[in-house]
């Protein structure tokens, strides 16, 4: 239940609406519990009129032990006539019905929206807070598991904000009413009504224990479920052209299975929970009109008819919030093993965090590297060793090596994805932990090597990192990547819909637009990670002349597995194993014959083979 106590900022945000649904709800019961009282007056009423030709004594009617407004009811009703008292009486009981349920409307027009304005809340708070943890968080939790506590995990509280806490106080109200009142008319009978209590809150206390333990499980069931389902969905062309279908479909019935197995043992529990208690209730009810006709019977002072059917009445009111105590309990327990789960993602700190003071520079000067060391927190994986350069403002840099030798390292440091262990990161001589996180990627256009685009239009992916962006923006940039013919050619030109990840498109036409994406910012500085490794030769030439004019004042790092002598680089970093191994211009490391020159050789040699 600790867990709950995260939402207490919500319920204060919504104080207003919480305070106006207890008072309806205070206001509902008021009403409801006079029936009882004026039912017992007319009972009683009935039964006089049934023995006034005869010699048993008439029913008493306590009207001190009635509410106020009752009393005033039966004040006036006593003037009437025996058949006019029993249809005014009737149309009080209808209109006091009446009443209550307009409150009862009122009650759910608080409370539950109470709890969907939560739930939107809740779920804003989950996506903000998904939003500023850092690229090593996403590295190590499934897509399945964070969609999974964002909806799952937040609905389910929502049953605990919602119809859970508006039950918990209808409980209250009843019972706080039905039992003064009760006391008022018969402590004997108040007494025998209320015994099997005690059993159920032993009952509910024992079995909400085991629904909590089944909840939290079923709950970590739920997420492998939709994780497994998710990446099924995304690798659908993997699962299709290595003919896995049937496998992927055994891995999704055994976590069905396991999740089916455990939902139905919580059932099971609940299907036992709900019957006891009405049967508790049950026995309540015969055990108050057996000893309460026995008094009647052995003429008991204050005791009549009357006074057990208004008892009948009270045991009943009782019934159903009662009754919902294992529904309330559970719902409870459920949402508090999911806000559990919530609340290990909100507690979760992002290791990159805005400095104190952040500072705002212009890209104006260079940006050093200084000594830096870096090893990938979940992996362990020393990518980059002792690693210093310079880049001057202005200057095209291009980093080239071997897969896995710390390349895309360096684009992910530049950007502040990953903080180094060692070593400092300057631009224009100012540390990047110091710099304000959005300011610096606003300076910079990154095309990752790992191409993402969003489903949505051609046009929208192309302008997303730009405020507004017209359609000739649009245009231009994808004119300078390459890309505008073919997507002119599409069915719907610029406003042609994108498929998920881009799944409509092919992998030369993906890398084309996130460059074009890049491109339409217009930064001052660039980085392309191995952005062209889909593109034919042809492509690529026309995408490099381009690019050879469109960054004539820009800063750009070039970080690729291949060389291009078509651009025009001021430096080439030759990397290996996470460490510097030569630099220098393209034909100076020529000259040399060493590492660069051994990979450029390999390199015409492949364009050659591939050429005849």
Not at 6 to 29: C, D, E, Q, V
Not at 422 to 435: A, E, Q, R
Request: contains cysteine; aromatic residues 10%.
């Amino acid at each position: 239940m600790k867990h709950l106590a995260a939402l207490n900022p919500f319920f204060w945000k919504y104080r207003y609406r919480l305070l106006l649904g207890i008072l309806f709800i205070i206001l509902t019961n008021y009403f409801r519990i006079l029936a009882p009282q004026l039912t017992g007056y007319v009972v009683n009423t009935v039964v006089n009129k049934a023995e006034q030709h005869t010699s048993a004594p008439h029913q008493p009617v306590h009207k001190k032990d009635y509410d106020f407004l009752v009393q005033a009811i039966i004040s006036k009703l006593e003037t009437s006539s025996f058949s006019q008292q029993v249809l005014w009486s009737s149309i009080t009981l209808l209109l006091l019905a009446l009443i209550s349920g307009v409150f009862m409307f009122l009650m759910r027009q608080t409370i539950i929206v109470m709890s969907r304005l939560i739930e939107y809340s809740q779920k804003n708070q989950v996506f903000h807070h998904y939003q500023q943890l850092d690229t090593s968080f996403y590295k190590t939790h499934s897509t399945g598991d964070l969609m999974s506590r964002i909806s799952e995990d937040v609905s389910r509280v929502r049953m605990y904000t919602g119809p859970a806490l508006m039950y918990f106080i209808n409980l209250a109200a009843v019972l706080a009413f039905s039992i003064f009142f009760m006391v008022q008319a018969s402590p004997k009978l108040t007494l025998i009504a209320l015994s099997p209590l005690p059993l159920l809150a032993v009952t509910i206390y024992f079995v909400n224990t085991i629904i909590n333990r089944k909840s939290e499980r079923i709950q970590a069931l739920l997420s492998d479920l939709t994780t497994n389902a998710q990446e099924s969905y995304s690798g659908i062309r993997v699962i299709k052209s290595f003919v896995q279908e049937k496998a992927m479909l055994g891995f999704f019935t055994a976590n069905s299975e396991a999740y089916k197995k455990n939902a139905l043992g919580l059932a099971k529990t609940e299907a036992i929970y709900f019957p006891s208690i009405g049967l508790l209730i049950g026995l309540s009810t015969l055990i108050t009109i057996m000893a309460g006709g026995m008094d009647v019977v052995q003429g008991v002072p204050g005791a009549s008819v009357g006074t057990i059917a208004e008892f009948v009445l009270y045991i009943q009111m009782l019934t159903f919030p009662v009754s919902a105590i294992g529904w309330t309990a559970s719902m409870t327990q459920r949402a508090a093993a999911s806000q559990k789960r919530v609340n290990e993602f909100l507690q979760t700190t992002p290791s990159i965090n805005e400095p104190l003071m952040p500072l705002k520079p212009f890209l104006n000067s260079s940006i050093l590297f200084s000594n830096v060391d870096f090893t990938y927190p979940h992996t362990g994986i020393h990518a980059i060793s002792n690693f210093t350069l310079e880049i001057r403002k202005g200057e095209k840099i291009a980093i080239v090596g071997r897969t896995g030798s710390g390349k895309s390292t360096i684009a992910q440091l530049l950007l502040r994805m990953y903080d180094a262990q060692d070593g400092l990161i300057l631009y224009d001589s100012v540390p990047v932990n110091k710099i304000d996180i959005n300011w610096l990627r606003t300076q910079i256009s990154y095309v990752p090597q790992d191409v993402f685009l969003f489903s949505e239009t051609v046009q929208n992916n192309i302008a997303f990192g730009v405020d507004k962006a017209g359609l000739d923006e649009v245009i231009k940039a994808a004119k300078l990547a390459g890309i505008h013919q073919e997507i002119d050619g599409f069915s719907h030109g610029y406003q042609t819909m994108i498929g998920e990840r881009g799944v409509t498109l092919s992998g030369g036409q993906k890398q084309r637009i996130s460059i074009a994406r890049a491109l339409i910012k217009d930064p001052s500085m660039v980085i392309f990670d191995d952005c062209l490794s889909a593109v034919d030769a042809k492509t690529e030439k026309e995408i490099l002349n381009n690019l050879n004019n469109w960054w004539k004042d820009k800063t750009a790092v070039v970080i690729t597995h291949r060389i291009f002598s078509l651009l025009e680089f001021d430096k080439v970093i030759v990397l290996d194993d996470g460490k510097i191994v030569e630099q220098g211009t393209h034909t100076g490391l020529l000259q040399q014959k060493g590492y660069y020159a051994e990979m450029y050789a390999r390199q015409q040699q492949l364009d050659l083979s591939t050429h005849y």
